[in-house]
């Protein structure tokens, strides 16, 4: 689309910018403060500089974490998107069975990530869970509390159940604006399956995979509330992300310096990732306009 | 009529259509319906069965939870359910959740209208760039803001009030909301507000009367989003409220007390969490299908 050139769209901006810029810009700059300071108390502080960034950035505990945080947004990727493009090519097109689907498929989107945490918790339980009780009546000592390899699992599994329906929702709706005519040539064609799927169908969904993928990028590299009422970060430390380090630091033992300096490079980390996605939509944008101008 | 030669091109495609239909139906075999029924039945399965366990668990007495191992509740109770709804203290949680999520969504969506037709229709200076630092505030994982978040509101006087909540979430929820806006208002050809300009409509009466109903069903969409991320959101809620503006999600852990876990209260309340979502993707049921492309198809 051929935009104007205006700048009184500002306008239009303001009241947007205004909101955003309090809850944004104010209490970035309040971390960017003390991650330079080392605060005692209200009337006590030196300027410390990139001490605390040095700290961090040499914090076994905390590389640890991120290495455990790239891991995990990995793995769920790597499950979910799959998964989710062929739940996306199962569900059913029209009459009350799509919207049934539809609605059941949509329920895990909508409860309280904590909630999710509790609902595992009672499911995974070796006392009281099904499928805690399940796999220990299949005869394996199944224990997240205990063993990290059982922890690691069930988080994983946790994430499968609570955001694929995302990624299957999100390329439903980009299958369903395929039109019939392309089905109708490729039929003409005598195309296989696999390809009408390479060819027809998953064109169609790399913009909405795209969003998709920075969308789970994005939420799996700030977990907390479901490994926290899940497994503690435990057994040991073994699922403790970033979010959960940070907030212990923060709030549990009160080094601002320091989980300021924390804060700044975990936030850096996601904008690098972000600029990478964000230039990839872009690109594939313009290739289509591109595509639709010749 | 079928067997007369068709004249228009709209018979000709209406017939196509009608043997192409037919051939599907004798071609996909049952058998490979029935795989895809299963497969997806299979998937459907694992949706449910966590729900259906908290379901199970929270018509349970405490005593059977822990006596007995059953796969339906043997002595059905809703004590669990009488407790929640008796004590102030507990169903005042959903209130304060959802006066906060409704807040949220009023301000996100008003600001973010006016905001996304500028992104959609005008280039201006720094707007790319206005637009990446949005979206990474969507990016801007919400523990790094946490003790900043504290100082700021107590510091205004807004610590422990619904406003302060939603006044948080808007850091996710408006760059959530131009972006998904944005989407669907490029998709909708710009002679549309020539057309309007040139017979007379001023800017506020063409955006409220023309606009905005050609673009409704992005509009539902994006409430639906605002609603699911302000709902599901713990950290931020938690941390800013300590009893008059408590969300639900923070009350719950109250269950775990010295004496061990109430986990019959702990499981009805997380199936009453469940249920504002329920209502909410019943309404939206039918632009899911359209609007969860988010316009980017």
């Known amino acids: ?294 | 009529m079928t067997s007369s030669v068709p004249t228009t091109p709209e018979s000709v495609r209406q017939q196509a259509a009608e043997v192409a239909a037919r051939r599907r139906k004798r071609t996909r075999s049952t058998t490979t319906r029935w795989r895809r029924r299963t497969l997806l039945g299979l998937y459907l399965v694992f949706v449910i069965l966590p729900i259906y366990w908290l379901l199970n668990l929270s018509f349970q007495t405490n005593s059977e939870i822990l006596g007995s191992f059953s796969f339906w509740p043997q002595n059905f109770t809703i004590a669990n359910y009488a407790r929640i709804f008796t004590d102030s203290n507990w169903y005042m949680g959903y209130v304060n959740s959802l006066a906060y999520v409704l807040m949220n969504m009023l301000i996100s969506i008003s600001v973010a209208l006016p905001a996304a037709y500028a992104f959609s229709r005008f280039r201006f200076i720094g707007d790319k760039h206005l637009f990446f630092w949005l979206l990474t505030n969507l990016m801007a994982p919400p523990a790094v803001f946490l003790l900043p978040y504290f100082q700021l509101y107590y510091s205004v006087g807004l610590f422990d009030t619904h406003i302060a909540v939603a006044l948080a979430h808007c850091l996710f929820n408006i760059p959530l909301a131009i972006w998904i806006l944005e989407g669907f208002m490029s998709s909708v050809p710009k002679e549309v507000d020539e057309t309007a300009y040139i017979d007379g409509y001023s800017f506020p009466r063409f955006f409220v009367t023309i606009f905005l109903p050609m673009i409704r069903s992005g509009i539902g969409v994006t409430l639906f989003f605002l609603f699911m991320f302000s709902w599901v959101e713990l950290l931020l809620s938690r941390t800013l409220t300590a009893t008059n503006a408590q969300p639900i999600a923070s009350i719950m852990t109250r269950t775990s007390t010295a004496s061990g876990i109430d986990w019959g209260t702990l499981a009805a309340a997380g199936v009453l969490t469940i249920i504002p979502g329920v209502v909410v993707v019943y309404f939206v049921r039918n632009h899911i299908a359209k609007g969860f492309a988010l316009g980017r198809t």
């Open chain 1, 1 to 294: 689309m051929n935009k104007v050139y205006n700048n009184r769209a500002w306008f239009l901006i303001l009241p947007m910018l205004l909101l955003v810029a309090f809850s944004a810009i104010i209490p970035l700059m309040t971390v960017v403060n003390y991650s330079v300071q080392d605060v005692f108390d209200a009337n006590t502080r030196f300027f410390t500089g990139t001490e605390w960034f040095e700290v961090m950035l040499n914090d076994s505990a905390l590389q640890a974490a991120l290495l455990r945080q790239f891991a995990f947004s990995f793995t769920i990727l790597a499950i979910e998107v799959p998964l989710g493009i062929g739940i996306a090519l199962l569900m059913p097109k029209r009459g009350w069975q799509a919207s049934a689907v539809l609605i059941l498929i949509t329920l895990p989107l909508l409860i309280p990530w904590n909630v999710v945490g509790s609902i595992w918790q009672l499911f995974t339980r070796g006392d009281i869970g099904l499928m805690g009780v399940g796999i220990r009546e299949l005869g394996y000592a199944y224990n997240i509390t205990r063993n990290p390899a059982d922890a690691w699992a069930t988080i994983i599994l946790m994430d499968v159940w609570h955001w694929t329906p995302l990624i299957a929702l999100l390329c439903y709706s980009g299958l369903r604006s395929i039109p019939d005519a392309y089905y109708q040539a490729a039929r003409i064609d005598r195309a296989s399956k696999w390809a009408v799927f390479r060819y027809i169908q998953l064109p169609k969904l790399t913009n909405v995979l795209v969003i998709g993928v920075l969308l789970r990028f994005m939420h799996s590299f700030m977990i907390y509330a479901e490994p926290f009422v899940l497994t503690g970060g435990g057994p040991g430390s073994s699922t403790t992300f970033l979010s959960q380090s940070l907030t212990t630091m923060a709030i549990g033992q009160q080094d601002l310096g320091p989980s300021a300096a924390f804060s700044l490079i975990y936030f850096l980390i996601i904008l690098l990732v972000c600029w990478v996605f964000y230039t990839a939509i872009m690109n594939s944008q313009k290739d289509k306009t591109t595509q639709g101008g010749a």
